[in-house]
């Protein structure tokens, strides 16, 4: 919610901005600017300014929980999006000349009215950073259970961690072990429903280990029915923290959940996405692949393939040939062994460092999304020497395949470039919050924010 909060504001003030911009450049009032100077009004523009920057800013990672940016890190994206909405802009007039002369509000006012832009979302966000922190926005959550699955909660130390909820106390279940800080730990005075309305509980986070020795039912029936919102463990972490936890997951939540749907509809929205996303991006990229190609043959020769094909597994475990652009040496598996590609790995060329940075050698398998071997967005597809090695170690590893794997993904978003098994139950947990979650403009604010990982160069290897 506070997320949600903060755009509606920000969308409030960059369609105001347009008119500002106006009344300081023409030094007249907004009246006297629409009906003697500009000739048309200023709310069409206003609506496109507010669409460009509010898109550019999902792009670069202003609207994700996830953002652990300094403030100087928030201005620097703030002034990046507002720079990109203004040469959106600037098509956008060049598009609209083309229809109706009038409409042209000129280059200095789009200028103006991006600087004012990127004034007015840093003191939004200035102020809305102070008023973050306090409880005003947050959940009222009570945990039913102090033992290792209340403990999960417990983590969640940080601040950015916490921005949606307020941790009132836990109570003890049945049997278990107090294993959350001692001095959170609260006794009930009455019933549980007289409790939540004494402390304001907003919701209760049921986080017991045994569910088997007195289940309080009645009670928390009560309370659901009184408007206090009771969620398990698992659902509450996956909403808060954009991953399902491994830890506390079992079968049952992953049946009886919503979501892990593949319905016809999805499918064919999907494969129209895929299908559409690969030939614009195709369109836009030739001449840097070509130059990619260039450079490869640069470095390592005329006769050295530009390509790199790979076994990949795929949708319901199916081996497909990835195809990228080739970032290391051509001997780099000279022994056939299988090997993870490690941090400042001797065997990347030079072109092939700045090739994985920029996620420029992913650009060819928009070739296998066009096949149908892949989607824009899913799990990174992996190699079956590790698939089979991570099915036998890591539980519910074998789930990630029941969509197609993507060029970019939620656990590409959220986690580093994993080379480890630790790292790829990690990445499995992101990879789960997708197969339950995906959809069509999810997928979509994936690509945006794939933007922040591209500019900011972040988990390549």
């Known amino acids: 919610m506070p997320i949600v909060a903060l755009a509606l504001v920000e969308t409030l003030v960059i369609l105001f901005v347009p008119y500002l911009a106006a009344v300081i450049l023409f030094a007249a009032s907004v009246r006297e600017i629409e009906q003697d100077i500009l000739k048309h ?53 060049y598009v609209a000349l083309k229809f109706d002369r009038s409409l042209d509000l000129g280059g200095k006012l789009t200028i103006v009215t991006a600087l004012l832009a990127f004034v007015a979302v840093a003191l939004v966000r200035l102020f ?16 039913y259970g102090c033992g290792r699955q209340a403990s999960s909660i417990a983590q969640l130390r940080r601040r950015s961690d916490q921005r949606g909820f307020l941790i009132v106390g836990y109570l003890t279940g049945p049997g278990d072990r107090v294993l959350v800080p001692p001095e959170r730990v609260l006794t009930p005075d009455g019933s549980l429903l007289h409790f939540a309305r004494l402390h304001r509980i907003d919701e209760i986070v049921v986080a017991m280990d045994d569910r088997r020795r007195a289940f309080p039912v009645q009670e928390l029936l009560e309370c659901r029915l009184s408007g206090v919102d009771v969620v398990d463990l698992v659902s509450f972490l996956e ?110 060329t030079h072109v092939g460092k700045l090739l994985r940075k920029t996620r420029i050698d992913e650009l060819p398998q928009m070739i296998n999304v066009l096949r149908g071997d892949m989607s824009f967005v899913g799990p990174r597809p992996e190699r079956p020497e590790f698939v ?23 656990a590409q978003l959220c986690y580093p470039y994993g080379s480890s098994e630790h790292d790829a139950m990690e990445k499995l947990q992101y ?15 994936i690509l945006l924010q794939t933007a922040e990982v591209v500019l900011w160069r972040k988990g390549g290897r």
Request: proline letters at 4%; charged letters at 25%.
């Open 41 to 93: 009004p200023i709310w069409p523009d206003a609506i496109a300014m507010a669409a460009a920057m509010l898109t550019c800013m999902v792009a670069t990672g202003l609207y994700s929980t996830r953002l652990r940016a300094t403030r100087m890190g928030v201005l620097v994206r703030i002034a990046a999006s507002a720079g990109a909405a203004c040469v959106l802009m600037m098509l956008f007039n």
């Open 128 to 143: 809305f950073s102070q008023l973050i922190d306090e409880d005003v926005f947050k959940r009222r959550v009570l945990v």
């Open 239 to 348: 909403r808060e923290t954009g991953r399902v936890r491994l830890d506390v997951l079992n079968p049952s939540w992953m049946i009886f959940s919503e979501g892990f749907r593949r319905d016809p509809l999805r499918l064919l929205s999907e494969r129209a996405f895929d299908v559409i996303a690969s030939f614009v991006l195709l369109l836009l990229t030739w001449p840097l692949m070509l130059l990619t190609a260039l450079a490869i043959k640069l470095e390592d020769g005329i006769t050295a393939p530009v390509f790199y094909r790979q076994a990949r597994v795929g949708f319901e475990g199916r081996v497909f040939q990835v195809l990228k652009f080739r970032s290391m040496r051509t001997d780099a598996e000279i022994d056939g062994q299988a090997r993870w590609a490690d941090k400042d790995d001797p065997r990347i």
């Open 388 to 410: 089979a090695a991570l099915n036998e170690k890591i539980p519910y590893y074998r789930e990630r395949h029941c969509v197609k794997p993507g060029i970019t993904g939620w």
């Open 431 to 445: 990879d789960l919050y997708y197969v339950k979650n995906h959809s069509l403009i999810f997928d979509i604010v």
